[in-house]
């Protein structure tokens, strides 16, 4: 999990370019710690990170959450080395935080599809699960299908101690909202320590995944193509010239027409000459103004079925690429978040505003691309 600059969104016209835009969310940091199956306030100190680190800005090396262990790492190349799975109809969906209406609703999107769907969950499944019924529901239910494993599958896995939530957060995240990551992880920790079979298959999970649709390879990461809880894939810097220059890396890299991603909890997608990029923000939360709504990305060499109400999409060559709606039972969800976190727990706090819909995020900020060009055949469909 990484939470990124709450932001909004909405299911309104697309246009064409996006703006970028970052507000990092207002904080008060309170500590936490799990007792029973919720989560109260307390006070809790800032963990401390071990050697062979990477840091994600320019922030110390020994600020907890700020880092990219050296294990995250990996190559465009090891990707592209990767054997491929065929699918015809692929789901990629990141960032489903422990929201088991969520998960219902993925699963009920199913029928609306005219032929088999392949289900890859890249990451980040678990992070307001801190409930031990609730945490062993969500992961044996994702076990079923495709996944890999996110920053806090890769946490969670740890047999000893874990202060570090791994989401290697930039400078742009507020202090406090990095601490409070922190607490959660601990928290939620110590619920899959007495999940040990859970935590031998997340451990054993990989880091990234390849897909053959249509014709075209289809990479799948949590983070980025170079490390699994990068951010060089995040909304904020879409626009900068060095960003654009690692896509276009990356794409080359990976061999990909396509690159899914999550982890910076803000959806875009990118349309490039050489392919596309599409982060899907949160399966789990809602995404977009006056949404309350989680997201998918469904890639797949059909149109989405019209039941499905695709939010924006694009087409590179015969390659359908859109964003999905997953509308939860909104009401359902809190009350099962408000039987974990109390008022005042860093998962409270940093989150239940945008678990309300207190976001500032629009399809125009999403949908960014380099060309319109039609012959190419990457647009955006009307
Ligand atoms: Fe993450």
Same mark, same amino acid.
């Given at each position: 999990m990484a939470e990124s600059s709450d932001t909004p969104g909405s299911t309104a016209q697309v246009k064409t370019t996006g703006v970028t835009e970052a507000v990092v969310p207002a904080d008060g940091v309170n500590g936490g710690e799990a007792t029973g199956d919720q989560v109260t306030g307390g006070e809790v100190t800032g963990g401390e990170v071990t050697g062979g680190e990477i840091t #994600? #800005? =320019?922030? *110390? *090396? =020994?600020? $907890? #959450?700020r880092s990219c262990p050296v294990d995250y790492r990996y190559n465009p190349a090891d990707i592209a080395a990767t054997p491929a799975k065929a699918a015809n109809v692929l789901y990629v969906i990141g960032g489903l935080y422990g929201n088991s209406e969520a998960l219902k609703t993925v699963l009920s +999107?199913?029928?609306?599809?005219?032929e088999p769907v392949t289900l890859c969950f890249n990451g980040d499944f678990n992070w307001f699960n801190v409930a031990s019924d609730r945490f062993r529901q969500i992961n044996t239910t994702v076990q079923q299908y495709d996944a890999i494993r996110g920053n806090v599958e890769t946490g969670l896995a740890e047999r000893g101690t874990l202060t570090d939530c791994g989401c290697a957060y930039p400078d742009f995240v507020d202090d406090a909202v990095v601490s409070r990551s922190n607490q959660i992880i601990g928290a939620l920790h110590q619920t899959a320590l007495q999940h040990s079979d859970l935590q031998d298959w997340m451990r054993g999970l990989p880091r990234y995944r390849r897909y053959e649709v249509a014709g075209h390879s289809v990479a799948i990461v949590h983070g980025d193509p170079e490390a699994l809880a990068g951010w060089g894939l995040c909304q904020e810097t879409l626009d900068e010239p060095e960003s654009r220059e690692s896509i276009a890396r990356w794409l080359a890299g990976t061999n990909a027409s396509v690159i899914a991603c999550t982890h910076t909890c803000l959806p875009f997608l990118y349309c490039a000459q050489s392919g596309a990029v599409i982060n899907n923000g949160a399966s789990g939360m809602p995404n977009f103004r006056n949404s309350l709504s989680g997201l998918l990305s469904r890639i797949s060499h059909s149109p989405p *079925? /019209? /039941? +499905? /109400? $695709?939010i924006y999409g694009a087409r590179h060559d015969e390659l359908y690429i859109d964003a999905i709606p997953i509308p939860y039972a909104h009401a359902a969800w809190i009350s099962e978040f408000n039987e974990q976190w109390a008022a005042d727990s860093p998962a409270h706090l940093s989150y239940f505003d945008r678990l309300m819909g207190a976001i500032d995020y629009t399809t125009t900020h999403a949908v960014r691309w380099l060309s319109t060009d039609a012959k190419s055949g990457r647009h955006l469909r009307p």
């Amino acid at each position: 999990m990484a939470e990124s600059s709450d932001t909004p969104g909405s299911t309104a016209q697309v246009k064409t370019t996006g703006v970028t835009e970052a507000v990092v969310p207002a904080d008060g940091v309170n500590g936490g710690e799990a007792t029973g199956d919720q989560v109260t306030g307390g006070e809790v100190t800032g963990g401390e990170v071990t050697g062979g680190e990477i840091t #994600g #800005g =320019s922030k *110390p *090396p =020994s600020v $907890a #959450g700020r880092s990219c262990p050296v294990d995250y790492r990996y190559n465009p190349a090891d990707i592209a080395a990767t054997p491929a799975k065929a699918a015809n109809v692929l789901y990629v969906i990141g960032g489903l935080y422990g929201n088991s209406e969520a998960l219902k609703t993925v699963l009920s +999107l199913l029928r609306f599809e005219r032929e088999p769907v392949t289900l890859c969950f890249n990451g980040d499944f678990n992070w307001f699960n801190v409930a031990s019924d609730r945490f062993r529901q969500i992961n044996t239910t994702v076990q079923q299908y495709d996944a890999i494993r996110g920053n806090v599958e890769t946490g969670l896995a740890e047999r000893g101690t874990l202060t570090d939530c791994g989401c290697a957060y930039p400078d742009f995240v507020d202090d406090a909202v990095v601490s409070r990551s922190n607490q959660i992880i601990g928290a939620l920790h110590q619920t899959a320590l007495q999940h040990s079979d859970l935590q031998d298959w997340m451990r054993g999970l990989p880091r990234y995944r390849r897909y053959e649709v249509a014709g075209h390879s289809v990479a799948i990461v949590h983070g980025d193509p170079e490390a699994l809880a990068g951010w060089g894939l995040c909304q904020e810097t879409l626009d900068e010239p060095e960003s654009r220059e690692s896509i276009a890396r990356w794409l080359a890299g990976t061999n990909a027409s396509v690159i899914a991603c999550t982890h910076t909890c803000l959806p875009f997608l990118y349309c490039a000459q050489s392919g596309a990029v599409i982060n899907n923000g949160a399966s789990g939360m809602p995404n977009f103004r006056n949404s309350l709504s989680g997201l998918l990305s469904r890639i797949s060499h059909s149109p989405p *079925p /019209q /039941q +499905l /109400q $695709a939010i924006y999409g694009a087409r590179h060559d015969e390659l359908y690429i859109d964003a999905i709606p997953i509308p939860y039972a909104h009401a359902a969800w809190i009350s099962e978040f408000n039987e974990q976190w109390a008022a005042d727990s860093p998962a409270h706090l940093s989150y239940f505003d945008r678990l309300m819909g207190a976001i500032d995020y629009t399809t125009t900020h999403a949908v960014r691309w380099l060309s319109t060009d039609a012959k190419s055949g990457r647009h955006l469909r009307p």
